[in-house]
């Protein structure tokens, strides 16, 4: 078990650039959680999926967001023509269908729009 | 809809102190209640979790016990120490298909040697 990953660590961007985010869950873990997080706030969900289908969007995940999870293994979170209001950390988590209440997360991915 | 509301940090304490950290929830259902903890440069982990009334969830000498008829989820410690300080949030799930988690606005707990 290695845990929950996610790179890159920071990402610094203009606004308007497009970026990508990487999350590798564990393994054996079929459920797939996007996460964002703003100073002084608790984390919101975003997205889930379940091996590679996305059964759940937040109403948060506007259309400039969208996640992909092929083969259901790795998570990919893009962001198009980022905004200031973008500027968050990105969590994921993972965990089994059975036990799913408990959540794995990785350490997030710090976004800065400048 | 479904939310958790934690009493705002920081909460500074001195080691060996007793740490209480209120939690309350609004919920349609029957939700399970959890608190995650945030150390310093690392992810989120699950600290403790009750999933029904009057369960009590218990983890590293902390303590939680699920309380419908006033919908709270207080965390308690008798004796904290200086490894204890960190974020810590209350969440909820309401156990449906995504089983996803509702979280507070987190407290900071600093303990002081």
């Known amino acids: 078990d290695t845990g929950v990953s996610q790179n890159p660590r920071h990402k610094i961007t203009k606004r308007g650039q497009n970026v990508t985010f990487r999350c590798d869950p564990i393994?054996?873990?079929?459920?797939l959680y996007w996460y964002r997080q703003t100073l002084g706030q608790g984390p919101e969900f975003l997205t889930y999926?379940?091996?590679?289908?996305?059964?759940?969007k937040s109403r948060l995940l506007s259309d400039r967001f969208s996640a992909e999870r092929p083969k259901g293994s790795f998570s990919t979170l893009e962001i198009q023509r980022t905004e200031q209001g973008d500027s968050a950390m990105y969590l994921c988590?993972?965990?089994?269908?059975?036990?799913?209440?408990?959540?794995?997360f990785g350490s997030g991915t710090q976004l800065s729009v400048l | 809809g479904d939310s958790v509301t934690q009493m705002e940090g920081p909460v500074t304490l001195s080691e060996e102190a007793f740490l209480t950290i209120n939690c309350t929830y609004t919920a349609t259902g029957y939700p399970s209640l959890f608190w995650y903890v945030q150390y310093p440069g690392e992810g989120l982990q699950l600290l403790l979790k009750a999933t029904k009334a009057d369960d009590k969830g218990s983890n590293k000498g902390f303590e939680a016990t699920y309380r419908k008829e006033t919908t709270s989820f207080h965390l308690e410690k008798g004796s904290v120490q200086v490894s204890d300080s960190a974020v810590y949030f209350c969440?909820?799930?309401?156990?449906?298909?995504?089983?996803?988690?509702?979280f507070g606005t987190g407290t900071l707990l600093a303990v002081q040697p």
């Open positions: 988590a993972s965990s089994q269908t059975e036990g799913g209440e408990k959540l794995f």
């Open positions: 393994s054996e873990h079929n459920r």
């Open positions: 969440a909820l799930s309401d156990g449906g298909a995504t089983n996803k988690l509702i």
């Open positions: 999926f379940q091996n590679e289908a996305q059964l759940e």
